[in-house]
């Protein structure tokens, strides 16, 4: 395999999944393999699955890639300081060096919602946009990643701003319109109050928005009455994978 390609593994917290990229064209060059995430989510059980899936990629491949990993935390200076969906054991662990450590090779160790986003910006809805792009990820809370001029800016909690009395997410993300049994219509409207709100704040170029949700776009997002375009994710499944991979060279 040419020096073009890298591993992503993206990490959730139903399932642990990976594939080998062409940095070239952001298009999967193996099969994209999947485990699920170990009940409970609990650090030494996270690592062993993730050896597992990377050491069935290295045996296909013949060779050890550049590796990157994303993973639903907060991640700054290799530890992570949050937990999302997954035990919360991780908060405040040196995460990079135990995956390094785990994996047997230097990684690129990032959040998941920032991995998506520089996906898009490299190889999605947001290439050659220049500015601001906020991309959200709608499912059971809000994920955000901000890329300015192509560089992201990490670990931005855009779910966690308070709305009305409320984090944001709990009324906004796609969980909230299934628990609620909202229509398409009352769920927009929420979105609507999301979005105003951000666009007051940050003044972005685009809006880019990614979660499974993101597949019945059509039925939400022109609902939506912005300055910005809003337009729906391209990589919706393969987005963390793509920008671990991507960033795994950087």
């Known amino acids: 395999m040419a020096t073009d390609h890298a591993i992503g593994i993206d990490i959730g917290g139903t399932g642990i999944k990976g594939a080998v ?8 060059v193996t099969d994209r393999v999947k485990v699920r995430t170990p009940e409970g989510g ?14 069935g990629i290295d045996q296909r491949t013949g060779t050890k890639l550049p590796l990157g990993v994303c993973f639903p935390a907060v991640v700054k200076g290799g530890r992570t300081l949050s937990a999302a969906n997954i035990s919360r054991e991780w908060i405040g662990l040196p995460a990079e060096e135990m ?5 047997g090779r230097d990684i690129h160790f990032i959040n998941d919602a920032d991995a998506a986003g520089y996906a898009e910006s490299r190889y ?23 890329i300015n001029d192509g560089v992201l800016v990490p670990n931005s909690e855009l779910g966690h701003l308070e709305l009305d009395g409320h ?7 796609y969980s909230a319109m299934e628990r609620e049994s909202l229509s398409w219509e009352k769920w927009a409207k929420r979105l609507q109050r999301y ?16 979660g499974g949700v993101s597949k019945h776009h ?24 793509l920008g671990a991979a991507a960033l795994a060279i950087r």
């Open 21 to 28: 990229i062409d940095l070239g064209t952001g298009e999967l």
């Open 42 to 55: 609990r650090p030494a059980d996270i690592l062993a699955a993730t050896e597992e899936l990377v050491t």
């Open 99 to 103: 995956f390094e450590k785990a994996l």
């Open 124 to 146: 999605g809805a947001a290439v050659g946009v220049e500015g601001l792009v906020i991309l959200t990820t709608l499912g059971t809370g809000i994920g955000s990643a901000l």
């Open 167 to 173: 984090d944001a997410e709990s009324r906004a993300a």
């Open 195 to 210: 979005y105003s709100h951000l666009e007051f704040i940050f003044s972005p170029d685009l809006f880019v928005v990614g």
């Open 218 to 241: 059509e039925h939400f997002l022109p609902l939506l009455k912005l300055t910005a375009p809003i337009v729906p994710a391209v990589h919706r499944n393969n987005a963390g994978i």
